[in-house]
């Protein structure tokens, strides 16, 4: 029965993931927040910078969410079963993608 195994390297990984993504994310923040340059050319450069700090801040975000929610899934047992059709998911699809939600078939 899925409910019975042990998630506890997914969910130590997952743990370490949402620690480096956080601080990450903190980094990304104050460097938006940080003072922009008077001159004209270097605006428009960081402007252009901000936008893929931007990028990668939402993406960071995006998976915290996945992380969270994977580490939801470990604590009420449902973690390693498809949301979808409820079949169990490969544990190699678990080891490559540990947010993974639902089962090769239903991705």
Do not use: K
Not at 42 to 55: H, P
Not at 56 to 72: D, F, H, N, P
């Amino acid at each position: 029965m899925m409910g019975e195994h042990d998630w506890s390297r997914q969910q130590s990984e997952l743990r370490q993931r949402r620690e480096e993504l956080t601080g990450r994310l903190a980094r990304i923040e104050r460097e938006l927040d940080r003072p922009g340059s008077h001159d004209d050319d270097d605006r428009a450069i960081e402007r252009e910078g901000d936008e893929v700090l931007e990028d990668l801040g939402l993406a960071g975000q995006r998976e915290l969410v996945a992380i969270e929610a994977a580490l939801t899934r470990i604590d009420d047992g449902s973690y390693g079963l498809c949301a979808v059709c409820g079949a169990a998911i490969a544990p190699a699809r678990l080891q490559s993608v540990p947010t993974a939600a639902v089962c090769r078939d239903c991705a």
